[in-house]
């Protein structure tokens, strides 16, 4: 059986294109549908679709955070496999079939998707995105899986086998940690490039700067938890990784312009992170804030 976990916080909007997103899938195995929500307004929808489908259902979230959401609906799945999302992100047609394709493997532990920028192009923001997805993300994560290195699954879609039942309550990045979770377990992690999860990302570049260093703190956090690991995120390992692969992307003159401000950009990004997380050390409170303009 397979549980499909959704974690959720005031995405009344959007939960229900999530949940629709699965249900519509032929899917070669059993499942259910969990879906975890602190407030009125999302667990409202999530009960709507609980009356017509009984696979759906909701789980009493306490709102103290992401990782505690997703331990209580650990302890409730009944499935073996776990497919993992958000509530404000919508998933391609056989996205569930493509990524136990991957975990048919016995040596893969978990397997990630591929998440598709639909924020507009035309934008810096939105161009950022799309770059950042397509040359950082997917291009990086193909190279890792053909050199059987380490990649880390993307929260916004990725399955895993049921192989522990709790994260640690304080993880600013719960899906890196259940990545290095897997891989310290003796497993690989697979990429499922046909597995697509769609996304918008941040309209402002304030709001670019909160997730990024909601994410990349995450990842600079995972020291504590597994310090012989190596981190795939950091200022040092975006350079190593291929200063000049940007360039390859854009179209235009325009573009051109943004691709160069992206470097900045990501300088001053890691400044922040740095300051933040590493000499104010900042509470999990304070740096997992919600990003508006991505709902």
């Known amino acids: 059986m397979?549980?499909?976990?959704?974690?959720?916080?005031?995405?009344e909007k959007t939960v229900g294109k999530a949940i629709e997103s699965f249900l519509k899938q032929n899917i070669n195995d059993d499942f259910e549908i969990l879906v975890a929500c602190p407030d009125e307004g999302t667990k409202k929808v999530i009960e709507s679709y609980s009356k017509k489908d009984e696979r759906v259902v909701w789980v009493e979230d306490p709102g103290k955070g992401k990782p505690i959401a997703l331990n209580i609906c650990f302890k409730k799945a009944?499935?073996?496999?776990y497919v993992l999302t958000d509530g404000d992100v919508y998933v391609s047609e056989n996205s569930v079939n493509e990524l136990l394709k991957v975990l048919e493997d016995d040596k893969v532990g978990a397997v990630t998707s591929r998440p598709i920028?639909?924020?507009?192009?035309?934008?810096?923001?939105?161009y950022y995105s799309r770059l950042l997805t397509d040359v950082g993300a997917h291009d990086t994560r193909l190279k890792y899986v053909r050199d059987g290195k380490f990649i880390p699954c993307s929260g916004y879609l990725?399955?895993?086998?049921?192989?522990?039942d709790k994260i640690p309550e304080n993880a600013l990045s719960d899906d890196a940690?259940?990545?290095?979770?897997?891989?310290?377990?003796?497993?690989?992690?697979?990429?499922?490039?046909?597995?697509?999860?769609y996304v918008k990302y941040p309209d402002s570049f304030k709001d670019w700067v909160l997730q990024k260093?909601?994410?990349?703190?995450?990842?600079?956090?995972?020291?504590?938890f597994f310090p012989k690991h190596k981190r795939m995120r950091s200022f040092v390992q975006e350079i190593k990784e291929g200063w000049y692969k940007p360039f390859t992307y854009p179209r235009n003159l325009r573009e051109f312009y943004w691709t160069i401000t992206l470097y900045f950009a990501r300088l001053y990004l890691w400044g922040v992170i740095y300051?933040?997380?590493?000499?104010?050390?900042?509470?999990?409170?304070?740096t997992w804030q919600r990003v508006e303009s991505t709902k």
């Open 213 to 224: 260093k909601r994410s990349a703190g995450g990842y600079n956090q995972l020291k504590e």
């Open 177 to 197: 940690v259940m990545s290095h979770m897997v891989w310290e377990k003796g497993f690989k992690i697979g990429y499922a490039a046909k597995a697509e999860v």
């Open 117 to 126: 920028s639909i924020s507009p192009r035309n934008t810096l923001m939105g």
């Open 275 to 286: 300051r933040d997380i590493n000499l104010k050390k900042e509470s999990f409170s304070k």
């Open 158 to 164: 990725f399955a895993m086998k049921k192989l522990f």
């Open 2 to 11: 397979i549980s499909i976990i959704i974690t959720a916080y005031k995405e």
């Open 78 to 81: 009944k499935g073996d496999v």
